[in-house]
């Protein structure tokens, strides 16, 4: 049942310890995940991070039941998966050196669609923060962006609902497993947006509804969008750290100004007034910011090559393409790859002139 990459993949987030950036410098080191689990703790212990309890614990991992269960699970509830080296990983996110390095998600969405934006916010919305999220996304609806937000009460509810009732693709990241829907009332949106976009998220079928789970799965409703649109906030929440988060991800993050008296309009004021979001008062502000109302999918989609490449091509190919420009190190961390074939592929993909050398080591896409 999985493949034995699959069973690997969810073994590794299984042991205590170990992050997301632990886990990629992991694999980077030993060359693929399922060599983790077979290298000598005495190598293991030449990776930065980690220690000699943590090597044995890698080292002597035999706790495959749990894996096993989880692998009844996805097929029992046709949940999908995809691993952060995989081409269908959200190239956003893979530029967050914080992101999961697998993701489990029920329903069907194009992870790397252009004009993602997240619409956060107070559980306790009052009229002014619904209507202007109402708003919003009737009016981004022409541009059919994917709106992500957290199927929360308040405004993350709303934004989804109203991304259904236009018709466009909507994600719902989850602070739990796939095998329950937190709150329970919004299950029926739930699964409506299965059926209209996806649930996504990185915790395991048997994961208990914890509140520290929360702001981990913040993290990727910042890095999956291009922009962040904090509606109303306290100063103090759920969306106030994501709005930091996009902050430190290079993100466009947005927030609507309220009364200076309500408290639902705290956070909002205190982003714009630190410089930490721009001020919104309508969809426009967005779509001029991005580009959208210059840009088109024709235009800014590029020609396929007409050349073969080979896995390790094509992925730090399609990286490139996706940062502009990077150094070798950023490359060899983010593509999962060690130097040796790093530099043999990018030495591939300049004669074919896929790829460009610059000074200091750099590289980008120039097709």
């Known amino acids: 049942m999985g493949t034995e990459k699959l069973r690997y993949q969810i073994a590794l987030t299984m042991i205590p310890g170990i992050g997301a950036v632990l886990a990629k410098n992991l694999i980077s080191y030993c060359g693929d995940v399922n060599s983790v689990f077979k290298t000598s703790k005495a190598k293991l212990l030449k990776v930065p991070g980690v220690g000699p309890q943590l090597a044995e614990s890698i080292h002597s991992f035999d706790d495959f039941q749990k894996v096993y269960e989880e692998l009844v699970f996805i097929e029992k509830n046709k949940v999908k998966t995809v691993f952060f080296t995989d081409k269908k990983f959200p190239y956003r996110l893979k530029q967050c050196i914080d992101s999961p390095i697998l993701l489990y998600y029920k329903g069907e969405i194009d992870f790397n669609r252009q004009k993602f934006v997240s619409i956060i916010g107070t559980r306790m919305a009052t009229d002014y923060g619904k209507e202007f999220t109402i708003n919003l996304v009737k009016s981004l609806a022409p541009y059919s962006p994917v709106i992500v937000s957290g199927l929360a009460y308040g405004i993350d509810i709303i934004a989804h609902k109203e991304a259904l009732s236009q018709g466009l693709d909507t994600i719902a990241v989850l602070g739990h497993g796939l095998e329950t829907v937190y709150p329970s009332q919004h299950r029926r949106y739930a699964d409506n947006i299965v059926e209209q976009g996806a649930l996504l998220t990185e915790f395991h079928s048997h994961s208990q509804i914890n509140k520290n789970n929360f702001p981990k799965r913040n993290r990727i409703v910042a890095g999956l969008s291009d922009a962040i649109v904090v509606a109303e906030s306290n100063r103090k929440g759920g969306a106030m750290i994501t709005a930091e988060i996009g902050n430190s991800y290079n993100r466009d993050v947005f927030a ?47 020609p396929e090559l007409l050349i073969d490449l080979s896995d390790e091509e094509q992925v730090i190919y399609d990286y490139l393409k996706q940062s502009n420009e990077s150094y070798i190190d950023d490359i060899s961390l983010n593509c999962n790859l060690n130097a040796s074939k790093i530099a043999s592929a990018l030495l591939s993909l300049e004669f074919s002139g896929a790829v460009k050398s610059l000074p200091g080591k750099k590289y980008k896409a120039i097709q």
Do not use: F, Q
């Open 256 to 302: 609507l100004p309220g009364n200076l008296d309500r408290k639902t309009s705290e956070g909002c004021n205190h982003l714009i007034k630190a410089h930490k979001a721009s001020l919104i008062e309508s969809a426009k502000d967005i779509t001029y910011m991005l580009r959208w109302e210059e840009i088109t999918e024709e235009k800014v989609t590029k």
